[in-house]
Nanobody, 121 residues
Framework: QVQLVESGGGLAQAGGSLRLSCAAS????????MGWYRQAPGKQRELVAT???????NYADSMKGRFTISRDNAKNTLYLQMNSLKPEDTAVYYC???????????????WGKGTLVTVSS
């Protein structure tokens, strides 16, 4: 069983920064990739960024250059550094992990409960 717990959300001013963290706990699994997604009020959940176990990253176009995803594999912790925040970045940010349970190669998707980021103008 994998548990994902996000932290670091809160209130920021436009142009400011926040750093989100996501700690993965549990045993018996291998993390294939992790990512951040967000859901603004009245909108669908959307991709923010993902990172594989080898460090390959992928960003949504609107986040490129402002957000940086990183991970500490030893600590099973995912980070999202958010700079130059805009009011439209206001959303609940969710951590996602794609895992496998060796020796099976079947992959499973797990979600955290989310952390709210509010950016004021």
């Amino acid at each position: 069983q994998v548990q994902l717990v996000e932290s670091g959300g809160g209130l920021a001013q436009a142009g400011g920064s926040l750093r989100l963290s996501c700690a993965a706990s549990g045993s018996g699994f291998s993390i294939v990739s992790m990512g951040w997604y967000r859901q603004a009020p009245g909108k669908q959940r959307e991709l923010v960024a993902t990172i594989t176990s080898l460090g390959a990253t992928n960003y949504a176009d609107s986040m490129k250059g402002r957000f940086t995803i990183s991970r500490d594999n030893a600590k099973n912790t995912l980070y999202l550094q958010m700079n130059s925040l805009k009011p439209e970045d206001t959303a609940v940010y969710y951590c996602n992990a794609i895992i496998s349970i060796p020796p099976s190669t079947t992959m499973f998707s797990h979600w955290g409960k989310g952390t709210l980021v509010t950016v004021s103008s």
